[in-house]
């Protein structure tokens, strides 16, 4: 329809991972995070995206708000064929703040050479704005602060719990 940012095309399963929180407070309602993990983004095949829709009182949703992929500036990683960005998505206090950020999940992700070893992506929100990629946050198995070592189909990022 007229609100949604992207024309639907065939195997994108939009709504595929959905997620509801508040990321701005503006109006108090609630807003729904929407993922399409086989969206192509770039060129790139199921490159994967995700829209926010932003809610109101007393009129429900609205349109689109946001589009948020690996290409868009200041979002970490790349769009690249089959990272599947939007599998998973959480919401949560992530900087612990007020306001609801959202965790997405990105399974197809590339480490290097290491293939589908899978990742998240952490925008952060703020009041009276929606989400930036301002301080966006990868998390995968190759930092430092995590235990672990990327591995062949590890596809970290999905499910969340």
């Known amino acids: 329809g007229a609100c949604i940012a992207d024309d639907p ?4 399963r939009f709504g595929y991972s959905l997620a509801a929180g508040n990321f701005n407070s503006s109006t108090g ?4 995070v929407v993922g399409a993990p086989f969206d192509d983004v770039s060129g790139d095949d199921s490159a994967g995206s995700v829209q926010v829709i932003l809610g109101s009182f007393p009129g429900g949703l609205s349109c689109v708000d946001q589009v948020w992929h690996q290409d868009v500036a200041g979002v970490e990683g790349a769009t690249e064929p089959g990272d599947n960005f939007g599998a998973t998505l959480r919401v949560g206090r992530f900087n612990s703040g007020t306001i609801m950020d959202i965790a997405i999940g990105v399974t197809g992700e590339d480490i290097g050479t290491i293939g589908d070893a ?5 925008l952060y929100c703020t009041a009276g704005s929606t989400c930036s990629s301002v301080g966006d946050l990868f998390i995968h198995s190759d930092v430092a602060s995590y235990d672990d ?3 062949w189909n590890d596809r970290l990022g999905g499910p969340l719990p």
């Open 9 to 12: 095309l065939a195997n994108d």
């Open 29 to 32: 309602a609630d807003d729904l």
């Open 118 to 122: 899978g990742g998240v992506n952490v």
């Open 149 to 151: 070592n990327a591995e």
